[in-house]
């Protein structure tokens, strides 16, 4: 599957922002699909990743600030990131795989085999 994330930008301290991780072609029906950021001189860090039966993990850090949702066909997965600090800044990815991951394989960025472009995310203050 094809994955197109959109939706970065600049925003200041506080704000919020949603990115979307659109399905080009398919719908994310068979799929989990997870959310990364990788910031400056940092490895890609798992946010969260919703699996194909709905359910959600989030990243300890990332609880209650980042929900993960989808579109009731199942084509696009936001990302709704809200109360943002000058340490989001990144470049946040959408990935996909059709074979899900439990465990510790889920934060790892090789366990999935579609990605998107990536969309920078800058917050200032």
């Known amino acids: 599957v094809q994955l197109q994330a959109s939706g970065g930008g600049l925003v200041q301290v506080g704000g919020s922002l949603r990115l979307s991780c659109a399905a080009s072609g398919h719908s994310f029906s068979n799929y989990a699909v997870a959310w990364f950021r990788q910031a400056p001189g940092k490895d890609r860090e798992l946010l969260g990743v919703t699996w194909r039966h709905g359910n959600t993990y989030y990243t300890d850090p990332f609880k209650g600030r980042f929900t993960i949702s989808t579109d009731n066909a199942r084509t696009t997965v936001y990302l709704q990131m809200n109360s943002l600090k000058a340490e989001d800044t990144a470049v946040y990815y959408c990935?996909?795989?059709?074979?899900?991951?439990?465990?510790?394989?889920?934060?790892?960025?090789?366990?999935?085999?579609?990605w998107g472009q990536g969309t920078l995310v800058t917050v200032s203050s």
């Open positions: 990935a996909a795989d059709h074979n899900p991951p439990y465990g510790s394989q889920k934060f790892r960025p090789s366990s999935y085999s579609s």
